[in-house]
């Protein structure tokens, strides 16, 4: 069994890799499973009809792996999406595939899907300029919570406590004349500095973690300092996590669920969910739990 992860690292810079690759390395090499890491600027893509079981890496052709994990995510830039539709066209099973990793890097997008099947989603607005405060106090209320339409791990969102904070946020935003596009969602108060990350493999829940904020942000990441427990699942909880995992067609995903009074709500979906604290807080061995569904599916056995 032989299969290829998209990083932003290359196999040499493997020092310097995340946990999850490190994770994914050590797992391999005990499963006798050949595992290497490229950097999307190792490759060149050449299209044409002859040649269908190679692709150039390094200035050469290389035979193609039985599998790919693209491991850049909501990061993932147009070069990279056209090195995985590449190797897909060329019969490469990937996991997460190009279509829904392009899909859930806009959060505007999925949140689209996910509330056009019923899905309880946050109220949510596409920024414009200029921007309409009276309409949006009236629609999303304060405070309310701004987000890049692209971004990883609580990068890129803030919380506006009133209509003068977005006000001086959006000058700000203005004056660094950015085409970055962002969101306005609506603040869910229950969930302040606490949420649900939910980890599928498959279809199927592997691991539940409550993430909680330590130095009370209204961000309760782990990569950004906040504490983890494993989390009990539920009938919704399940249901919430795994429909949505099947309406956007992540095989491979972390659904981050807010606490909404006695429910919940779907916050947004990641395509190369990090399990750093998943790890730490559950009884779960994440990349094995990967392996195996890649070796099910595609009927390999090492």
Not at 22 to 48: G, W
Not at 78 to 84: E, K, P, R, V
Not at 288 to 296: G, H
Request: charged share 25%; net charge neutral; hydrophobic share 40%.
């Amino acid at each position: 069994m032989e299969g290829w992860i998209l990083s932003k690292i290359k196999e040499e810079e493997i020092k310097d890799a995340s946990y999850e690759i490190l994770r994914f390395l050590e797992v391999a090499k005990k499963r006798n499973i050949k595992l290497h890491i490229f950097k999307p600027d190792q490759f060149d893509l050449i299209v044409t009809r002859e040649d269908k079981k190679s692709i150039i890496l390094d200035n050469k052709p290389i035979q193609l792996p039985q599998f790919l994990l693209p491991r850049e995510g909501a990061e993932t830039p147009y070069f990279s999406l056209a090195i995985i539709r590449h190797l897909e066209r060329l019969g490469v099973p990937t996991f997460n595939s190009s279509a829904c990793i392009e899909t859930v890097k806009d959060k505007l997008y999925t949140q689209q899907i996910l509330a056009a099947s019923n899905l309880p989603v946050p109220k949510t607005m596409l920024a414009r300029s200029p921007l309409n405060i009276d309409l949006i106090e009236k629609i999303i209320g304060f405070p309310a919570v701004v987000k890049t339409i692209s971004g990883a791990q609580g990068s890129g969102v803030f919380l506006c406590e009133s209509k003068g904070h977005l006000e001086d946020l959006m000058q700000l935003i203005g004056t660094a004349k950015t085409t970055t596009n962002f969101i306005i969602q609506e603040f869910i108060h229950n969930s302040r500095g606490r949420d649900l990350r939910v980890f599928i493999v498959g279809g199927r829940i592997i691991a539940c973690m409550e993430r909680v904020s330590k130095d009370g942000s209204f961000k309760a990441n782990f990569s950004r300092g906040g504490e983890v427990k494993q989390y009990p699942v539920n009938e919704e909880i399940e249901w919430l996590a795994t429909e949505s995992a099947r309406i956007l067609d992540l095989d491979i995903t972390g659904i981050d669920l807010l606490f909404d009074g006695e429910h919940f709500k779907v916050c947004e979906a990641n395509s190369s969910p990090g399990f750093k604290g998943l790890e730490k807080c559950c009884p779960i061995s994440i990349p094995d739990t990967i392996f195996d569904f890649i070796q099910v599916r595609l009927g390999l056995f090492s």
